[in-house]
């Protein structure tokens, strides 16, 4: 019963030595007769996706200038919209250097319309005049304009593949730097954080979309308070050369 056993054995040995001897003579065959790619891949194989293609540009070392608009989102009773201009330089393919300047359009919420509509007589009017008539106003430190300057990091690079038709090259970028606040109470020096995303739909031109914080003291019924101004901006940008 052993000697059948090992019979088999040894039969399925050599049958398994016999098919792989046969698949490398074919392989040999079919590299030796430069068989084309397509027939051995076959024809229900999908064509290559362009969309691994190489990146077709650079921007190190372009200068760059663009325009920005965009609106401050966490500003109590007005409503804060920014516009300005932007220009950069990245001294390599994952680092630059950007300062942008804003002005903004401000305008008074529903909630603060509504609140200056009330009104009252103060519990201790003035001597000089008992039929003083005030409004309740809530206390605000409206943004007038910013300068920043930033240090970009974008590490990240990736493609956008519309039906293998169309491809949209893109960025994202982290930044880091100081900004110039001017506001109600004055000028603020502030640290600014942020990130983005950029499109390019050329060599040349790209689109973005950005979210800073920018972090100032500033007074609050008569106490430093530290504020945190967030802000989402859109806009485009043209690389030169």
């Known amino acids: 019963m ?3 056993h090992r019979k ?4 399925i040995f050599a049958i398994q030595i016999t098919v792989l001897m046969a698949n490398l003579e074919s392989g040999s065959l079919a590299n030796a007769q430069g068989l084309d790619e397509d027939k051995i891949r076959g024809n229900s194989s999908p064509k290559p996706v362009t969309v691994l293609q190489n990146r077709y540009f650079l921007k190190s070392w372009r200068p760059e200038v663009g325009f920005i608009w965009g609106s401050m989102l966490n500003e109590a009773y007005t409503n804060t919209t920014s516009y300005g201009g932007r220009v950069g330089l990245f001294i390599s393919e994952w680092i630059g250097f ?3 300047f804003l002005k ?3 305008s008074d ?7 200056n509509t009330l009104r009252y007589r103060p519990l201790n009017p003035s001597t000089d005049n008992t039929e003083t008539i005030v409004s309740p106003d809530p206390e605000i430190n409206a943004i007038h304009s910013l300068n920043d300057l930033s240090v970009l990091a974008a590490p990240f690079y990736g493609k956008l593949n519309l039906v293998d038709k169309f491809i949209i090259y893109s960025d994202l970028y982290l930044s880091a730097g100081a900004s110039r606040v001017v506001t109600d109470q004055g000028v603020h020096g502030a640290f600014t954080f942020g990130a ?3 499109f390019y739909f050329s060599g040349n031109w790209s689109a973005r979309i950005d979210f800073k914080d920018r972090i100032y003291n500033e007074q609050r019924a008569g106490k430093k308070t530290r504020k945190h101004s967030y802000s989402f ?4 940008s043209y690389l030169f050369f």
């Open 8 to 11: 088999i054995l040894q039969l």
């Open 233 to 236: 901006d859109i806009g485009a």
């Open 104 to 106: 903004t359009s401000i």
């Open 98 to 100: 950007e300062y942008q």
């Open 2 to 4: 052993k000697c059948v």
């Open 196 to 198: 983005g995303q950029r």
């Open 109 to 115: 919420t529903d909630d603060r319309t509504a609140l």
